[in-house]
């Protein structure tokens, strides 16, 4: 089993910058992609960014040259630098995690952590 706790959320202006912690435990060497979900009040869980092991990246399309995801695995980390926030980034963030050779749905999701940015 993985455990994962988000951290860093909170409330900020338009045009501000967050940093996104996720903290990894458990069967740690189990895991290959980390990313970051969101959910908004009244709208679908989307998929914000991944990162797999070995760096490789992608983004949804709203977030590209805004947020970047980045990971430590030393350190079981995983980071979401989030900059230029808009309103409708306002949403509940949840870490994910894949085990090797799972599918695309995340195999573990974090307790997620509030972000809530004001026009």
């Known amino acids: 089993q993985v455990q994962l706790v988000e951290s860093g959320g909170g409330l900020v202006q338009a045009g501000g910058s967050l940093r996104l912690s996720c903290t990894a435990s458990g069967i740690i060497f189990s895991i290959n992609t980390m990313g970051w979900y969101r959910q908004a009040p009244g709208k679908q869980r989307e998929l914000v960014a991944r990162?797999?092991?070995?760096?490789?990246?992608n983004y949804l399309d709203s977030v590209k040259g805004r947020f970047t995801i980045s990971r430590d695995n030393a350190k079981n980390m995983a980071y979401l630098q989030m900059n230029s926030l808009k309103p409708e980034d306002t949403a509940v963030y949840y870490c994910?995690?894949?085990?090797?050779?799972?599918?695309?749905?995340?195999?573990?999701w974090g307790q997620g952590t509030q972000v809530t940015v004001s026009s």
């Open positions: 994910t995690a894949n085990r090797w050779n799972s599918g695309s749905d995340p195999d573990y």
């Open positions: 990162i797999t092991y070995n760096g490789r990246t």
